[in-house]
């Protein structure tokens, strides 16, 4: 049985060729693995769908490319007729919006899920309801009624899932990406993962470094750089320590260089002296505002104080930090964005460079449930326009969240921080120019009409 794996994205989506979702590698792994399936593509275009023709298509789909996900799977059936299986954060968030063009869709973590459809499919050759509503973490669509069974229960052991499988991805350059852990125990307001993932959950410092040592092994020549993209890498301080003796005395930390998330309020001398002996040479925090009411608004538990502070220690540790920040919060007045405002003028020097995003309600966050209740967002928004942009602000997509200032004015705010944003950012910027002469996109979302 061939299976075809795609995340729902435009080709022309800015970063595509610079990343590859590690979501899909993890499912195929699996598969391999539980299914005995070898035929499995992970594809980057729909066009490469369409030329393996495949048996079974799964497609992966944040909230900003569900609309996308919808026109992939239409195609897909258009063009090939054959099942669909939706699955990711967006539908895991919301699965109110299942959309029917799918056959299936898989809420939550995937792996068994997607296991036990592929292993339906393969033996009766199609997807009968009675059999599907035995299968927990599913949606589908059985006479005219959406049926959801009930919630697959995350795994406790996340080292029983073999590591994402790289050989199926186009990797191009020395840039690769691991994910350690699932889950964070913070309650940001804006942030989505926590729905997704109750509670946080790591693999063990052994798999860790095994995985790291496969990928050494699969791309001697083509390994330099190691992103960590888990949502808070320093949560397990017992396991980053037995990571970094082995980063020292394997001497790994003079091949490749690090990059990762952490908390401001978890930075002290001693994770900032592991995280520099591991070689990372940049982390990337949330400090998303200089004013301490809306941090607490956002239920951040670290203080600009915190911020400044780690912005203080990482650079003593020869560490550069990229800092994000939100401009846009319902309580947020004139004085609290003048406040982030400054916090970024006073201490830009101890930046690597800096991110600033219009706060977004993404779906599975706190911000969604209240922008819903307010009638800002609903089940049938265009959902590109949840693209969180700053440099391509268009408000007339935007969905404004301010209550303390005026829509007007807030733009102008904008303005303000796009202008510090290309003051300081200078290499970003230059980047951003080469990526649009090599015909990159950036703005708003949405599927790619046929002759574009
Ligand atoms: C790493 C990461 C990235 C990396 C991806 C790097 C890479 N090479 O993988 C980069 C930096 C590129 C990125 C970019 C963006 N990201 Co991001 N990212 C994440 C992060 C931190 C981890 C994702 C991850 O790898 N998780 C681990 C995997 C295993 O979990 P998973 O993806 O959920 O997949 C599991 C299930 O969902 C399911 N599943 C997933 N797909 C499928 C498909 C099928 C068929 C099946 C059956 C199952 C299934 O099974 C998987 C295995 O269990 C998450 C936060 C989080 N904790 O999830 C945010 C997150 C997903 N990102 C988010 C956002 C908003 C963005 C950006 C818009 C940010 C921006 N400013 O541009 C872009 C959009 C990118 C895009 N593809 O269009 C949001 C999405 C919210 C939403 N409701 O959609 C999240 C949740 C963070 C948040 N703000 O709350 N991101
Ligand atoms: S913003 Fe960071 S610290 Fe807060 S919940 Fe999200 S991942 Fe955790």
């Not at 490469?48 to 799964?58: Q, T």
């Not at 959801?148 to 073999?162: I, M, S, V």
């Not at 912005?311 to 930090?321: P, Q, R, T, V």
Request: hydrophobic residues 40%; contains cysteine; glycine residues 6%.
């Amino acid at each position: 049985m061939r299976i075809a794996l795609i995340e729902a994205c435009n080709p022309d989506w800015q970063f595509k060729r610079f990343s590859y979702p590690l979501q899909l590698g993890y499912l195929a792994s699996y598969l391999k693995k539980n299914n005995k399936i070898e035929d499995i593509i992970i594809a980057e275009e729909l066009e490469e769908v369409f030329a393996a023709k495949p048996e079974l298509v799964g497609i992966s789909s944040y909230s900003l490319n569900y609309d996308i996900a919808v026109d992939f799977a239409c195609r897909i059936k258009e063009k090939l007729g054959i099942p669909v299986i939706l699955g990711g954060c967006h539908i895991s968030a919301l699965p109110e919006t299942f959309d029917p063009i799918f056959d299936v869709a898989v809420t939550g973590e995937g792996e068994e899920t997607f296991s036990q459809l592929v292993k339906l499919w393969t033996e009766n050759g199609k997807f009968e309801p009675a059999e599907m509503e035995k299968i927990n973490g599913i949606i589908f669509f059985d006479k005219g009624n959406t049926v959801r069974t009930a919630p697959r229960e995350t795994t406790r052991q996340l080292d029983r899932y073999p590591p994402p499988d790289r050989t199926l991805y186009k990797i191009r350059t020395g840039s690769h990406y691991i994910s350690t852990s699932r889950g964070c125990p913070f309650h940001c307001l804006f942030c989505a993962p926590r729905l997704m993932w109750k509670n946080s959950r790591f693999f063990s410092a052994r798999y860790v470094m095994n995985e790291i040592l496969g990928i050494i092994q699969q791309f001697p020549d083509k390994f330099t750089h190691l992103s960590v993209v888990d949502d808070l890498f320093i949560a397990n301080k017992a396991r980053l320590k037995t990571l970094r003796d082995w980063f020292v005395s394997s001497r790994l930390n003079e091949l490749i260089i690090l990059q990762g998330n952490v908390r401001a309020d978890m930075i002290d001398d001693e994770m900032a002296s592991m995280l520099a002996d591991m070689n990372f040479k940049t982390v990337n925090f949330g400090a998303e505002s200089g004013s301490e009411k809306i941090l607490k608004y956002y239920n951040k538990k670290a203080t600009a104080q915190d911020n400044k502070k780690a912005l203080e220690i990482l650079s003593k540790h020869g560490i550069l930090s990229i800092p994000s920040f939100i401009i846009g919060a319902p309580e947020e007045t004139e004085e609290d964005l003048d406040a982030t405002y400054n916090f970024i003028e006073e201490n830009h020097d101890k930046m690597a460079g800096f991110e600033i995003f219009p706060l977004i309600p993404m779906p599975g966050s706190q911000m969604w449930e209240y922008a819903k209740n307010k009638g800002i967002v609903d089940n049938n928004i265009h959902w590109g326009r949840l693209e969180p942009l700053l440099l391509d602000f268009d408000p007339d997509s935007y969905f404004f969240l301010t209550e303390k200032i005026s829509r007007d004015k807030f733009t102008e705010y904008v303005a303000k921080f796009q202008e510090l944003y290309k003051k300081y950012n200078t290499g970003a910027m230059q980047f951003r120019e080469m990526l649009i002469k090599q015909g990159a996109k950036f703005g708003i979302r949405k599927p790619k009409q046929s002759g574009e």
